[in-house]
């Protein structure tokens, strides 16, 4: 397993990345726009997840394990983007699902053993 202060030290560099990436192509923050014009961005958004979504399954399917790995990244790099896009409310949003997640306890929640995915018991 990786270490706390690897895997954190990672996906910093990441976010600086998405930061300086947006800033230098004037990808901008939505923080002053509409939920209209909102919801319009994250429209656009979508369309870039899902094509980084479908890079990353090609590489799966087709067994492709280190570039499924960069492509894993890309969607991730894309998501971050997402949430700076969002301004305060992607920050906010980012506080809040880590509180909800951080509530989950053993006791609360299970691994499902055929997915992963944790689940309230």
């Known amino acids: 397993m990786i270490?706390?202060?690897s895997f954190i030290e990672g996906i910093q560099e990441i976010s600086e990345s998405v930061y300086s990436f947006h800033e230098r192509f004037g990808v901008g923050?939505?923080?002053?726009?509409?939920?209209?014009e909102t919801f319009?961005?994250?429209?656009?958004r979508l369309v870039?997840?899902?094509e980084e979504m479908g890079e990353y399954s090609r590489a799966i399917n087709r067994g492709e394990v280190d570039d499924a790995i960069l492509e894993a990244i890309d969607v991730a790099?894309?998501?971050?983007?997402t949430i700076l896009t969002l301004g305060s409310s992607g920050t906010k949003a980012c506080y809040e699902v880590a509180r909800k997640n951080n509530a989950k306890t053993k006791s609360t929640h299970s691994k499902?053993?055929?997915?992963?995915?944790?689940?309230a018991t």
């Open 40 to 44: 319009e961005v994250m429209k656009q």
């Open 77 to 81: 790099y894309i998501a971050i983007g």
């Open 112 to 119: 499902n053993t055929d997915t992963g995915k944790v689940l």
């Open 29 to 36: 923050c939505v923080n002053t726009l509409d939920t209209v």
């Open 3 to 5: 270490g706390h202060s």
């Open 48 to 50: 870039l997840l899902t």
